[in-house]
């Protein structure tokens, strides 16, 4: 069975930085699209940004220009690192992957902005 696991999220101040990391372990022959989501108490999940196996990124509006997505294929590890955090970056971050054509969720790790 293939797991994610998320770290680096934790408390920070308005202004702040963190860096999430999300490994991928178990039988894996392909890890295509890896992505970051978030979910806000009250609100739906929402993607953050995304990368795709060739590199292609994508990014939430409302983290362009803070947030950076990143991967390491040899590592089977995507990382977020988000600079300038705001309050309403407030949330529980998960990570997603399509490893081998199916999707695997990570467990999620809390990010709390304090302003």
């Known amino acids: 069975q293939v797991q994610l696991v998320e770290s680096g999220g934790g408390l920070v101040q308005a202004g702040g930085s963190l860096r999430l990391s999300c490994g991928a372990s178990?039988?894996?022959?392909?890890?295509?699209?890896m992505g970051w989501y978030r979910q806000a108490p009250g609100k739906q999940r929402e993607l953050v940004a995304g990368?795709?196996?060739?590199?292609?990124?994508n990014y939430a509006d409302s983290v362009k220009g803070r947030f950076t997505i990143s991967r390491d294929n040899a590592k089977n590890t995507v990382y977020l690192q988000m600079n300038s955090l705001k309050p309403e970056d407030t949330a529980v971050y998960y990570c997603?992957?399509?490893?081998?054509?199916?999707?695997?969720w990570g467990q999620g790790t809390q990010v709390t902005v304090s302003s």
């Open positions: 997603a992957g399509d490893v081998d054509a199916r999707e695997f």
């Open positions: 178990g039988r894996i022959f392909k890890i295509n699209a």
């Open positions: 990368i795709t196996s060739g590199g292609r990124i």
